[in-house]
């Protein structure tokens, strides 16, 4: 028995290694495909890469879409911020513009204010500008040198940048926008 298993056993072995042998033979001697088996793998290569254009249009489409509506989003945000900064600047004034505007009115119906009053008023809005971001340019009767992006001339003889000036008005900047330059003369003139 154990002699017929060991030949059956080889029996299979050799049977495979011929089978084997046959398989990769055929292969071998297969035909090549015919003509029409190129186009037809370049049909369906095309095909797949057309698949493959429209699912990246798709994507692309689907990009832009999430684009807009994220700027939409930012516009309605930044425009919502806007408005807050008004809104908070304008509650910020309005007691003071308040007061401001009744003067005007009891001064035009004849009565007699006192200037404290009204330069008190206006020192109140400055200071409510200034905490919200407004910047004075210089001081009156400040001795500093021209610059011609930050002062402007009143009048008189020509200034060059780096020529000494007294402020004679503050300008005033809100951030890096320059709002109103300071107004100098040279210095020593009236």
Do not use: C
Request: glycine content about 8%.
């Amino acid at each position: 028995m154990s002699g017929s298993w060991d030949w059956s056993r080889r029996l299979a072995g050799a049977w495979r290694a011929l089978t084997e042998k046959d398989a990769r033979a055929t292969d071998a001697a297969a035909p090549p495909p015919p003509p029409d088996a190129a186009p037809a793998d370049a049909n369906v290569r095309a095909a797949r890469l057309a698949l493959d254009l429209r699912e990246r249009e798709a994507v692309i489409e689907r990009l832009r879409a999430e684009f807009d509506r994220l700027r939409a989003e930012a516009e309605r945000e930044a425009a919502g911020a806007r408005d807050a900064a008004l809104l908070s600047l304008a509650r910020a004034m309005a007691g003071t513009l308040s007061q401001l505007v009744t003067m005007q009115a009891l001064a035009e119906a004849g009565r007699e204010l006192r200037g404290s009053d009204a330069l008190g008023l206006g020192g109140k809005l400055e200071r409510t500008l200034l905490e919200a971001g407004l910047a004075r340019i210089g001081a009156p009767g400040e001795a500093t040198v021209f610059d011609a992006s930050r002062h402007q001339r009143m009048s008189g003889s020509d200034i060059d940048d780096g020529d000494p000036v007294t402020v004679r008005f503050v300008g005033y900047r809100l951030g890096e926008t320059l709002l109103a330059k300071a107004m100098v003369s040279r210095r020593g003139e009236p």
